[in-house]
């Protein structure tokens, strides 16, 4: 039997999927003794070279309330030409074109190593994406000149049969017309005044006078003549002169004034314009913009500049007046172009705040990206865009549209919710629970816009009574169905249909501990945090993470009552403490030295990244250069700063290169510039090399911190580092070396004493 490291990287290697249990508890009353919900982390376009796709339709169960797909876990009786649906365990005869399988002729659903199997369905004609610019136009110069030629260059990325669109705002909000020779025509509207779905098409003429009907919307014929969005091989030259011409703002700002910025009414007109053209196609608003928006609905501060942008601490004395109303206009404009299938990305560049806290769910709930940066013109904004149309091995772009996602169980499991990238789709069937955790009461989501990496999380429920067991060698199923509209455009289905064994949580509790996924528990459990700190007090979530790590050890943990020394917890579950300790301190859950924009930005990314890179974000890592071997990761934790090594730590967000003091001095002295010393100059090169790798690969861009000993961003690596020295411990010091750092956080070290101490309480 492989090791349950081997079974678990199989596992996600194939299907993407990583489950915080691997064996389940067979009653709902020992599930909820677990603490740790059975759950799942999906990544549903994960990138697999060897899995083709097949050119025909699923086959699925007759049963009307079930329908799910024919896969490896069915019985099959090869001589009657009949299956059995594992969850329904309906008898479906085969269609005719299954004529001629038999034992030795299977077609791949049927085959194990097929559990994940991808179909392309054609059904009606395709429809190329749609991408429509919606340009802030309020920018200072040299940013609106650089924004502009990474506009012009992301057209040569885009697929020659795409269709384009560009909107720009200011104090109004201008639609181009893309179709006219000559001359530029725009439509403008009034930035300061909201306006509907129907009156926003009937002013763009999106809408056909009939005779005594009030209008309709345009069928696909004329929609495909529509002036705004045209394809771009057609106006390619058009659209870059349009974009090269476009000037700043051209009302005057005053002194003390911020420009009058109608981002609300433009998202509004962009939402309009591609909700009567082309419902339910793929498509992109994207969003650029450089400050916040200033009038009309959605704005998030007045024009003076004298009063600030939102805090922290204003949202917690109730002082941001516009808060509430903007999050409320930009969640219905989020909702409206979830239900069309069109997604929103963001990119803010600004060095003030620029209300992603307002707008986050415009792309939270369609699945589009936010970046966030500090000027149109960095490399970390141009180089993350360029990504953004990044192919895969096929040559085709890493992104796919329109996704539905939707889960079925076997009669012992029910689904409670998932969290990421999606919205509800409010499917109740039978397999829904009513305990719901993340976005729950469904057994449907809607992904608008999926990258091979995009990961939900999902949240499962054992509904088994505890008096009735399952059968011995039982095991429970799920399936995930993925229909969405690949980048070629064509409509394609993702089946993954997974199952693991029932374990009774009485007589083999060691194997269910032993099957536990810890890294996976982590960041589910992280996930379920991030969701409820969207609507509840900081402090709150913090006591319920401490609560269910404290009943996780006393579950799980060996000790003698009340003697904190004898606790030990197993290899599965021993890292698990130390993720939920760096976990608390991490930007996800403490806003302290963030911005409002900042935590919207952070948990944004948090929520829709894999396994891999979520444990990086909660527990950042750290590489250690020196001259007395290989790179090697060292432990996140003050004692790692030596006066003699080079530190590499990767957020995620940010990478840091810091130089311990000694090296900084030689640094200083120039001594890389001398001959003799020639292996000096190679450890300088290593981690700036390591650093250009995970630079040049992740999405969206790090940020690129070059620093040293005392300088002033090394407080980047001090925030996250273990501080397991202090100003407070200074005379416990020998001669190990490491560097005190100035906080009054606990170190792990005392939180572990503390958690051992709770755990083996016997009043708790």
């Known amino acids: 039997m492989a090791t349950y ?55 699925l169960c007759s049963r009307a309330n079930c329908k799910a797909v024919l896969n490896p876990l069915c019985q099959v009786d090869f001589g009657a030409k009949i299956w059995a649906c594992n969850f329904c365990f309906q008898r479906n005869p085969f269609p005719p074109s299954y004529a001629g399988i038999s034992e030795t002729n299977q077609p791949a659903e049927l085959m194990p190593q097929f559990s994940t199997i991808e179909y392309i369905v054609q059904r009606g004609p395709s429809a190329p994406p749609i991408f429509l610019y919606v340009v802030d136009t309020c920018l200072e110069e040299e940013d609106l000149q650089a924004l502009k030629e990474s506009l012009q260059m992301s057209l040569s990325l885009l697929p020659p049969n795409a269709l384009v669109g560009l909107i720009t705002f200011g104090r109004m909000v201008q639609v181009h017309e893309l179709s006219c020779e000559g001359i530029a025509k725009s439509y403008v509207f009034r930035g300061s005044k909201d306006l509907s779905a129907k009156q926003i098409q009937e002013m763009l003429g999106l ?67 591609l909700e009567g053209t082309f419902p339910n196609t793929g498509a992109r608003v994207m969003l650029f913009i450089g400050g916040p928006p200033t009038q ?20 917690q004395k109730d002082n941001a007046r516009f808060l509430k109303k903007a999050t409320k206009y930009y969640e219905a404009l989020a909702n409206r172009t979830a239900v069309n299938g069109h997604s929103i990305d963001i990119y803010a560049c600004a060095l003030d705040q620029t209300g992603l806290l307002e707008m986050k769910c415009l792309s939270n709930l369609t699945g589009g990206h936010i970046v966030m940066g500090d000027s149109f013109n960095t490399s970390l904004f141009k180089q993350t865009f360029q990504r953004v149309f990044s192919k895969d091995y096929n040559g085709d772009f890493r992104m796919a549209f329109g996704g539905v996602l939707e889960v079925k169980t076997s009669r012992e499991l029910k689904v409670c919710g998932a ?19 993340g976005i729950g009461g469904t057994s449907q989501w809607k992904v608008c816009s999926l990258s091979p990496s995009a990961t939900l999380g999902f949240y499962f429920e054992v509904v088994n009574q505890h008096n009735a067991p399952v059968p011995q060698g039982g095991r429970g199923a799920i399936q995930f169905v993925t229909q969405y509209q690949h980048s070629n455009t064509q ?103 963030n911005s409002p924009d900042e935590s919207s930005y952070y948990r944004h990314h948090f929520v829709r990244q894999d396994l891999t890179q979520s444990l990086i974000m909660i527990q950042p890592i750290l590489y250690s250069y020196s001259f007395y071997g ?104 020998g001669q190990e070396g490491g560097a005190p750092i100035l906080t009054d956080d606990v170190s792990l070290q005392v939180f572990m004493d503390h958690l051992k101490k709770l755990a083996v309480s016997s009043s708790a």
């Open 207 to 273: 809408t056909k006078p009939m005779s005594g009907q009030q209008g309709r919307p345009l069928g696909s014929q004329e929609a495909a003549a529509c002036k705004f969005l045209q394809p771009v091989h057609r106006v390619d030259m058009n659209l870059t002169d349009l974009l090269g011409e476009l000037q700043r703002d051209p009302w005057p700002v005053s002194q003390g004034k911020r420009p009058l910025r109608s981002t609300g009414v433009a998202l509004s007109v962009a939402v309009g314009l």
């Open 419 to 437: 969290i990421g990238p999606c919205v509800s789709l409010n499917s109740k069937s039978s397999c829904v629970s009513d305990n719901e955790m």
């Open 491 to 593: 409509r394609r289905i993702r089946v993954t249909t997974v199952a693991r064994n029932w374990a009774d949580a009485q007589s083999q509790i060691q194997h269910i501990e032993s099957s536990f996924d810890q890294e996976a528990a982590a960041v589910l459990m992280a996930r379920l945090g991030v969701f409820r700190a969207e609507s509840e007090e900081g402090p709150d979530v913090l006591r319920w993470l401490d609560r269910q790590l404290i009943r996780l050890c006393q579950k799980f943990g060996q000790f003698n009552k009340d003697d904190p020394t004898s606790f030990r917890l197993s290899e599965s579950l021993s890292l698990y403490p130390q993720f939920m300790f760096h976990l608390r301190r991490s930007p996800f859950l403490q806003v302290f030295n």
């Open 5 to 59: 490291q081997e079974f678990i990287q199989q596992n996600e290697d194939r299907d993407g999927v990583r489950f915080s249990w691997n064996l389940w508890p067979s009653s709902r009353l020992e599930a909820t003794r677990l603490v740790v919900p059975v759950s799942c982390l999906f990544t549903p376009l994960k990138e697999r070279p060897s899995l083709p796709p097949v050119q025909y339709e699923p086959v």
């Open 296 to 315: 009309g609905p959605g704005m998030v501060v007045g024009d003076e500049l004298k009063t600030p942008i939102r805090s922290w601490h204003d949202i």
């Open 630 to 733: 290989p790179p090697e990761p060292v432990l996140l934790d003050s004692s790692s700063i030596l006066p003699d090594r080079i530190l590499l730590m990767d957020t995620f967000f940010q990478l840091v290169i810091y130089h311990g003091e000694t090296i900084a001095q030689w640094r200083k002295a120039g001594y890389q510039e001398m001959a003799e010393y020639e292996n000096f100059k190679q450890l300088l090169q290593a981690p700036l090399d390591d650093a250009q790798e995970l630079l040049q690969t992740r999405f969206p861009m790090p940020r690129y911190i070059d620093t040293e000993h005392g300088g002033s961003q090394a407080r980047f690596l001090l925030s996250k580092v273990n501080p397991s020295q202090t100003h407070n411990n200074l005379y416990t010091w």
